[in-house]
Nanobody, 125 residues
Framework: VQLQASGGGWVQAGGSLRVSCVAS????????LGWFRQAPGKEREFVAG????????FYADSVKGRFTLSRDNSKNTAYLQMNSLRPEDTAVYYC???????????????????WGQGTQVTVSS
């Protein structure tokens, strides 16, 4: 499985960006796609996840109400729409896939098997 993240960039506080993640190669039933981010000097943290088959989502408290995760099954692509961006959202954003098929949306990195290369999001104040 290969994951390709794109769409990052620079935006002023209060602005919006959309990052995308395209999955190619082998597919799995009941997999979960997650977005994580890592700011300079900080550990990587969970941002949002989506159960690919059902479209159910889960968000970190820090982004709830501002970020929306969706997917297009026909394109094997997930979209993370980020609104009302804040300087503290500045990070490298990574997409990842959990193929285990459990019913929950994992927030721990260790649950994710495949990772994309990351895309930089910078929010200026």
């Amino acid at each position: 499985v290969q994951l390709q993240a794109s769409g990052g960039g620079w935006v002023q506080a209060g602005g919006s960006l959309r990052v995308s993640c395209v999955a190619s190669g082998r597919t799995f039933s009941r997999w979960t796609l997650g977005w994580f981010r890592q700011a300079p000097g900080k550990e990587r943290e969970f941002v949002a996840g989506i159960k690919w088959t059902y479209g159910s989502t889960f968000y970190a408290d820090s982004v709830k109400g501002r970020f929306t995760l969706s997917r297009d099954n026909s394109k094997n692509t997930a979209y993370l729409q980020m609104n009302s961006l804040r300087p503290e959202d500045t990070a490298v954003y990574y997409c990842a896939i959990d193929v285990a098929g459990y019913s929950d949306i994992a927030t721990a990195e260790a649950r994710y098997n495949y990772w994309g290369q990351g895309t930089q999001v910078t929010v200026s104040s």
